[in-house]
């Protein structure tokens, strides 16, 4: 969704459960914002965020989650991050740059499968 012209990603919406799998895919997906602003700017001001949308990913969970289990996701989640920015640098300072001049979703997609 886009909220005063920033956009984002939300999780949840339907109110579905979700598959093991699909928690491990949306951990990536809820703290690459994090891992991003802090590889690029040395910190993350939207931290705060992107946990609390992980946690209630593992609230939807079909299954429960144990706490230290939800950490090791969250820390595999940041890791996997981190190595799909860096092993995308290119591509990721493209979309950066996509952001800055606030381009659509869809140029934003079609570079990160150019």
Request: hydrophobic share 40%; with cysteine.
């Amino acid at each position: 969704s886009v909220l005063d012209g920033v956009a984002r990603v939300e999780f949840g919406v339907s109110g579905n459960k979700f598959s093991s799998t699909e928690v491990a895919a949306l951990s990536i997906t809820a703290l690459s914002g994090l891992v991003g602003e802090a590889m690029q700017w040395g910190t993350a001001e939207g931290a705060q965020n992107d946990l609390m949308q992980l946690e209630g990913v593992f609230r939807q969970s079909e299954e429960f989650i144990r706490s230290g289990d939800q950490q090791d996701i969250t820390r595999w989640g940041a890791f996997t991050a981190s190595q799909l920015l860096k092993n995308n640098a290119d591509k990721y300072e493209k979309v950066v740059e996509a952001f800055s001049r606030q381009a659509s979703a869809e140029e934003c997609i079609l570079i990160l499968e150019s």
